[in-house]
């Protein structure tokens, strides 16, 4: 899968130092992870990218709850959606997501474009749901 291999190239680079780790100065240069935009296109609606940073990612892996499971089953008998799977999926989304954020936020970005999500079955019944996109520097249009 192109993805996974991507994923663990760029996590086999430099490591990372976590925005929560650091405090006072260091912190207040850092972009804050919810100021973040986030695009699937390659643009942003009045932004000029001004610098290509570079590949950024945020995953997480989740399995199904055993005794929830049952209940699904259930569900898929008499039809309807399956709102325990629907929690985890979103749950697992905001995650990849607020780590997407981090890690542009590490690289100084003002975005992610070309944002994507994708999702691997992993054995034991876990999933994981991985966001990756390319993190960009922006300029304003606005004169």
Known sequence: NLV????RFHRARAPRVPLQSLSGPLRSLCRAP????????ETCAGWEVSRHIGLVTGSTVRTKDVTK???AAVRQIF???ITT???????????????????AAAEDAGAVVALRISTTSLPGGASELLAYGTAVELRSLAK
């Open 4 to 7: 996974a291999a991507m994923h």
């Open 69 to 71: 499971d049952v209940f």
């Open 34 to 41: 919810d100021q973040i935009l986030l695009s699937t296109t």
């Open 85 to 103: 799977y629907t929690d985890l999926l979103n749950e697992a989304r905001a995650e990849a997501l607020r780590r997407l954020r981090e890690a």
């Open 79 to 81: 039809g309807g959606e």
